[in-house]
């Protein structure tokens, strides 16, 4: 397969085959197979209902026929699930961002004893775990619908996000400051306020600009399921096959995200 | 033979970078190019193949115009002519192997070059190369895990397994040691009279220049000022080429019968 | 001299010192304007905020013990999740990879290709895989079909951005030395641009897998198939042990989806 004697002492024609990317023959075959057979299974078991499917052309023509142009008279409706959206971002941000401090903290391997870090990182790994849409459904059986479970569940979602960064970023912080706060006697909190926090400072406003965005995004989403906002609004357009509304709908938010993700970038080009 | 007449090269608008260029190399001399930088030395060269668009002007290899080329004509013509860099333009992740067959791409179809199904001749020619300058050993390492003087090896043999009708360095040691530089300028003149074939070197070096090479052609502000051979090349071809703009210590201090200047070594390194 | 000019830029910073701070708070209040804003106008009964903690603590006792019954049929749906995270984030690769190289400065063969490279990045990205089923759920119907649609319809975007960014950071020169052999543009591709973005290439791809077992476990609620249809049923019903034990799963789900692209990123890059 692969030369490996000398030059010059060699005879007759050499060969040369490109070495295998996984060297053990078995090794390669074998996971080519199991990709096959995994291809194999997933679509043998997966629940297609080709008949519906087939359905799919006319139904695309219908809908996308329906479509356009998008129609904008209900603009008052538009306007009032946009504003939502906003403000369950807005709020939700704040909060989780406020709240994503503590849970930080608590989930920094340096600076809490064993027992609150575990605590800390299981919180940030269930809402890290969720998809947002999931918690939205569960605050809007708890609380019912509405803006407040969005505000609830995205909460939730940037504990996860803005949680899990800062805290790996308080474990990389530059344990000098910390000991010199020590040694001048400061008590736990002091050494938290003084010492860690001004280090993490630049990158929460950065993560939470980010979070801000990803947040907008997001809250279109929740409304889907009962969580207020946008969503919400596009649910129903698509329920009662309104789909020039819905375009419509679909056209502002993609516009409404792209703008925020270059007000985000900007801002966060701006920090850093 | 390679006839240059009237090359033209301006970026832009610009003042031109080369200006009605007249070149011919007959036989198969080796010709060495030197210039300050910004003197137009790798823009002629990349003109010669067409990595660069020439403005205006003809070019002719062997009696075929080649600046008129498009194509595959064009991508005929380039695989005439072999390249080294300065650089060594390697790809990192791929093998030795790999790369010394890349130089067959202008050949082989499709399917062979990405199956790496080359022809016995190929690989033949390549491990026959390979031996030639001493690096068939690594026929299966990586590019990225050579050392500088073997990677420019590798991109020799690469060059010559175009099977070339000239061959064209672009400062082929100035990223090597002044010892492994020595290596691969002996290697390239050895190489151009055992294969018969014209080799066209920029090089800031000039002693080497006048070591291995049997012509030099200097240009300064894309004219040729000196034409001749490398006994004729005295201090005041030298200073009309780098006018005291630019040369470098060693190269003053080889410079037989003429005294190195004492108050150039402020203002030697002030490239234009 | 250099005093001079060392005490002007001294100057000139303490000036924009002053304007930073005065942004600063100029962002303060408006950002606390905005917060008022948003309290007052948002459309909540405030009394249910008061009365939040309750509900969600009562919701959580109702769950409370999760109710291992029909754990396997959440094993069923949970694997029909990653079937379709997984056959998605596969297909999106040969429609990714075109958009990619169409959407790169340097590889892209035309403006007009570039722009339409770009659009298709955006108009992905933009959309969210809830909005992408929606939309697929109501042309195929209910089904994975739809889900597997609209986990594509988002990837392609995340993996063509990024794949379109490891294009345009490649080493120029083993193109250039590529060109130079004569070598026409797809082997250019296989031999300059391939090789130097396969690393990229495989941590994306894993990225986005890990990011769509997540994604898929959503697509349910709007019907698109997966474990989302189970715990949209056991919602509807109010089985909320069930729903507890199916949350769980889901969580397992994720860490193993976790544990297994940090497994192949070790491995493969």
Known sequence: MTRSDIPGTHPGPRTWRKPPFIASPLLRYGLWLMVVIYLIWAFATLPFNWDRIADGLPRAARIFGGGFPPSFERGGLLLTGFKESFQIAILATLLGVMLSIPFAVMAAKNVVPKPIYYFGRSVIIVSRSFHPVIVAILFVAAVGFGPLAGILTLTVYSIGFVGKLLAEEIEEIDWGQVEAMKATGAGYFSILVYAVFPQILPRQVGLSMYQLDSNLRASAVVGIVGAGGIGGTLMNAFGRYDYDFAFAILLIIIAVILVSEGISGWVRKKIW | ?272 | ?269
């Open chain 3, 1 to 269: 001299m250099v005093d001079q000019a060392s005490a002007l830029a001294d100057r000139v910073w303490q000036r924009y010192e002053r304007k930073e701070r005065l942004i600063r708070y100029a962002v303060l209040l408006v950002t606390m304007m905005v917060v008022y804003w948003a309290v007052r106008d948002i459309d909540i009964f405030w009394p249910w905020v008061w009365d939040a903690p309750n509900q969600i603590s009562s919701l959580g006792a109702r769950m409370w013990p999760p109710d291992p019954r029909g754990l396997g049929s959440i094993v069923n749906a949970l694997i029909e999740t990653v079937h379709i995270a997984t056959l998605a984030t596969m297909l999106t690769i040969f429609i990714a990879l075109p958009v990619s190289y169409i959407a790169a400065q340097n590889t892209t063969p035309n403006r007009a290709c570039l722009w339409l490279g770009r659009f298709i990045l955006v108009s992905s990205r933009s959309v969210n895989t809830i909005i992408w089923a929606l939309l697929f759920v109501a042309i195929f119907g209910p089904g994975v079909l739809a889900g597997i649609l609209a986990i594509m319809f988002r990837s392609i975007g995340f993996i063509g951005k990024l794949m379109g960014e490891a294009i345009e950071e490649i080493d120029r020169r083993p193109v250039e030395a590529m060109e130079a052999t004569g070598a026409s543009k797809l082997k250019v591709i296989a031999y300059a641009v391939v090789p130097q973005v396969m690393p990229a290439f495989f941590a994306i791809v894993i990225l986005r897998w890990d990011i769509n077992i997540r994604e898929s476990t959503v697509l349910g609620l709007v019907g698109a198939g997966g474990i989302g249809v189970i715990l949209q049923g056991a919602i509807d019903t109010f089985a909320w042990p069930t729903v507890a034990t199916i949350l769980i799963a889901i969580i397992v789900l994720v860490l193993i989806g976790e544990a297994i692209t940090s497994v192949l990123r070790r491995k493969v890059i």
């Open chain 2, 1 to 272: 033979m390679l006839e240059i007449s009237k090359l033209v090269k301006r970026y832009g608008n610009d003042e031109p970078v080369l200006q009605e260029l007249d070149l011919v190399v007959k036989g198969s001399s080796v010709v060495s190019i030197v210039g300050a930088s910004g003197a137009g030395k790798s823009t002629m060269l990349r003109c010669i193949n067409r990595l660069v668009e020439p403005t205006s002007g003809s070019i002719r290899l062997n009696g075929n115009e080649l600046v008129k080329l498009r194509g595959a004509a064009l991508r005929r013509a380039r695989r005439k002519i072999g390249m080294v860099f300065q650089g060594f333009n390697l790809i990192d992740r791929l093998t030795v192997m790999e790369n010394v067959l890349a130089g067959r791409l202008g050949y082989v179809s499709l399917y062979q070059a990405i199956s790496r199904r080359y022809p016995r001749e190929d690989i033949e020619r390549a491990f026959t190369l390979m031996e030639r300058v001493g690096i068939a050993h690594y026929a299966n390492k990586r590019a990225d895990e050579l050392s500088g003087g073997e990677r420019q090896r590798v991109g020799v043999v690469r060059a010559l397994m175009q099977e070339p009708e000239i061959l064209l360095a672009d400062e082929p040691t100035a990223s090597l040691d002044p010892r492994t530089s020595e290596q691969i300028m002996k290697l390239l003149q050895s190489l151009a009279s055992e294969l018969s074939l014209p080799v066209l070197i920029n090089i800031h070096n000039v002693a080497q220049a006048k070591t291995y090479t049997e012509r030099i052609v200097g240009l300064r502000h894309g004219k040729m000022i000196f034409d001749g051979a490398p006994s004729d090349f005295n201090k005041d071809a030298l200073d009309a080429i780098y006018g005291g703009i630019e040369a470098h210590d060693e190269e003053i201090t080889e410079q037989p019968g003429a005294s190195p200047k004492q108050g150039e070594k402020g203002v030697s390194n002030d490239q234009i």
